[in-house]
């Protein structure tokens, strides 16, 4: 069965530290990883998709399969980051996205 | 572009009634998809459609139910509601053969 662990519920940082959001999975295929972004009183949002290899609002995350792991990582953390953020997984054999129970990112000034 | 809408925001219903909840997905989308996340226990799949078929649902009762319509637009149906049903559905949808998903506010679900 797929599965999607993130060990932490809550970060807390200062600003301008960096940070690492945990993401491991579980797939015996090949994986589709996903980091989404909840902010305050807003809708779940696609932050960054592991395909893309893109960096936005300065978070990238690598996929490292023989880790399994999908982390996210900023170099230096803005108070604007504050969010819950969910590691998700998809793949060919169930078309649906399969969520961690997300971690809370605390930046405090 | 609009993104993925959701009625109602909020829904109160008691305990036994039946709660109906719509989605319309972003225009070009044909996949919706709902989700379940309850306190405590994170965001749940519940069901897919796709071109007004069923194509995969989770682990819930069959009481959970839905259609898709020719607009694509979506309905969850939960008859004989129960209290642990509480809880935020969100309404997600994809164009065909892509995976990341977009989701909608939400409807938050309160039985009482």
């Known amino acids: 069965a797929q599965r999607v662990t993130q060990p932490e519920k809550l970060l807390s940082v200062f600003k301008g530290a960096p940070v690492e959001l945990k993401c491991n999975y579980s797939?015996?295929?090949?994986?589709?990883l996903f980091w989404y972004v909840q902010y305050s009183r807003q809708r779940l949002q696609l932050l960054l998709r592991?395909?893309s290899r893109e960096s936005i609002k300065g978070f990238t995350a690598d996929l490292n399969k023989g880790e399994t792991s999908f982390h996210l990582k900023k170099p230096f953390a803005q108070e604007e980051d504050s969010a819950m953020y969910y590691c998700?997984?998809?793949?060919?054999?169930?078309?649906?996205?399969?969520f961690g129970t997300g971690t809370r990112l605390l930046v405090s000034p | 572009e609009a993104g993925v809408t959701q009625s109602p925001t909020h829904l109160i219903k008691t305990r036994g009634q039946q709660a109906t909840l719509r989605c319309s997905p972003i225009?070009?989308?044909?996949?919706v998809y709902w989700y379940q996340q309850a306190l405590g226990l994170g965001l749940q799949f519940l069901l897919w459609?796709?071109?007004?078929?069923?194509?995969n649902r989770g682990n819930f009762p069959p009481r959970f139910s839905g259609r898709q319509f020719p607009n694509y637009s979506s309905e969850l149906n939960v008859n004989a509601l129960e209290l642990e049903d509480s809880a935020l559905y969100l309404c997600?949808?994809?164009?065909?053969?892509?995976?990341?998903?977009?989701f909608g506010p939400g409807t938050r679900l309160t039985v009482t």
């Open positions: 459609y796709d071109e007004g078929e069923e194509r």
């Open positions: 592991h395909i």
């Open positions: 225009s070009g989308h044909t996949s």
């Open positions: 998700a997984l998809s793949g060919r054999s169930f078309q649906k996205l399969v």
């Open positions: 797939y015996s295929g090949s994986p589709e």
């Open positions: 997600a949808s994809t164009i065909v053969g892509a995976y990341e998903q977009y």
